[in-house]
């Protein structure tokens, strides 16, 4: 074996521990507790005629990452949905690993399913890490802008990420990305500088008619730097976290899992004309 690929094996197994380490784990999903959301007998309220749909990131799954946010949001009044995406052959439970644009085609699918089950003109997206930044995919380049009025992404891996670095060591490796991209696609995908990333950053980061929020944190160690994460556009709002409450101290994973700050600043998001300053005190409400 050569040297480099001595290297390779751990490095492409760091990869990976750094982002699993971040999410539930799969036994995890299996054992979790049936959920109230998917109802496609709810039909929208007048105050929220919008069904939301909750996009999951990377390794995880349509119920595990949704445990606290997707009963948040019923108890204020939404049909909430949520999909599984992105799963590779012969692996379950984990989802979210396949090429992103193919899982922004399964996207368009579960939308065009909610809409129809519910009988709404659009939904509003809320999705976390790659969740956050696979539906831009379906907006841009799959008709996804006609069917959506809000987007949300919670810590969006939207330029990438270095891992702190450790992916700006992949050229030292020759074969090191091709490995990556043969055995889980999304996580090359997902790299800072990926053709991916180059063709969904082109030409602007947002398209017409979709009011986008962001929602970061100081302490991401998953999508690196933090500050990556933030879209330029003419109907962007860039929250980070800790301009809200300082004391905040949540990483990538609980960001999107069971951070009520950041859940606040989300029904802020999809319904502004009732939006309410987010403070420490919205961990309590």
């Not at 799954?61 to 999909?83: I, M, Q």
């Not at 012969?90 to 996207?107: F, M, N, R, T």
């Not at 368009?108 to 995919?137: C, E, F, I, N």
């Not at 976290?241 to 606040?264: P, T």
Request: proline share 7%; glycine share 8%; with cysteine.
């Amino acid at each position: 074996m050569l040297p480099w690929k001595r290297v390779l094996r751990p490095l492409t197994a760091l990869l990976l521990t750094a982002a699993v380490a971040a999410l539930p784990t799969a036994a995890h999903a299996a054992s979790a507790p049936s959920t109230g959301w998917n109802d496609y007998d709810c039909k929208p309220s007048a105050a929220h005629p919008d069904p939301v749909v909750l996009v999951h990131g990377t390794f995880a799954n349509s119920t595990d990452n949704w445990l606290v946010l997707a009963p948040y949001l019923e108890a204020r009044g939404y049909c909430v949905f949520s999909l599984d995406y992105g799963q590779l052959p012969g692996v379950p439970l984990i989802y979210g690993l396949a090429p992103i644009d193919k899982s922004a085609e399964q996207l368009q699918v579960y939308v065009d399913k909610a809409l129809a089950a519910t009988g709404a003109a659009k939904v509003d997206l809320v999705g976390h890490s790659q969740g956050g930044m696979m539906p831009r995919y379906y907006l841009k380049f799959l008709g996804g802008a006609a069917k959506v009025d809000t987007f949300v992404g919670i810590a969006p891996d939207n330029h990438g990420t270095t891992l702190d670095g450790l992916t700006q060591l992949l050229p030292y490796f020759p074969g090191a990305q091709d490995v990556i991209s043969a055995a889980t696609p999304a996580l090359a995908d997902q790299i800072a500088g990926s053709a991916f990333l180059t063709k969904l950053n082109a030409g602007g980061d947002t398209v017409p008619g979709v009011h986008y929020t962001v929602i970061a944190t100081r302490y991401d160690e998953v999508v690196t730097p933090y500050s990556s994460q933030f879209l330029s556009g003419s109907d962007v709002h860039n929250v980070l976290i800790q301009n809200l409450c300082s004391a905040d101290l949540s990483e990538h994973a609980l960001l999107g899992l069971s951070d009520r700050i950041a859940f606040h600043e989300v029904a802020n998001a999809l319904d502004p004309a009732h939006a309410t300053t987010t403070t420490c005190l919205s961990a309590l409400s």
